[in-house]
């Protein structure tokens, strides 16, 4: 019998959902960068925090949203990559 059957294979499209939904919960769901996938959690909640309190000018909530979403997307992507090759080990 293989051990592959043991093993529990992760889902890459939920795993880049969850990076792109909150950036780092796809890396904690793969189980492979789980410390940089926790700090970018906290991150993104201190940010969000301070986006929130912060009174800023149209523009810069502007340049803010669409730097998080590009950066959301790279990071989608590399947890699609990094379940892939959980699942290929």
């Known amino acids: 019998m293989k051990k592959e059957s043991a093993k529990k294979r ?3 499209f939920l795993t880049a959902f969850l990076n792109l939904f909150w950036t780092g919960l ?3 769901y793969v189980g492979k960068k789980v410390m940089f996938g ?3 959690a906290i991150w993104n909640a201190v940010f969000l925090t301070i986006m929130i ?3 800023l000018p149209y523009i810069a909530w502007l ?3 669409v730097d998080s979403f590009v950066l959301s997307l790279l990071f989608a992507y590399d ?3 990094t379940a892939e090759e959980v699942n290929r080990q």
Do not use: E
Request: glycine share 12%; proline share 11%.
């Open 53 to 55: 309190m912060t009174p």
């Open 38 to 40: 926790i700090c970018f």
């Open 10 to 12: 992760k889902n890459p």
């Open 26 to 28: 796809g890396y904690i």
């Open 63 to 65: 340049f803010l949203s």
């Open 79 to 81: 947890g699609y990559r």
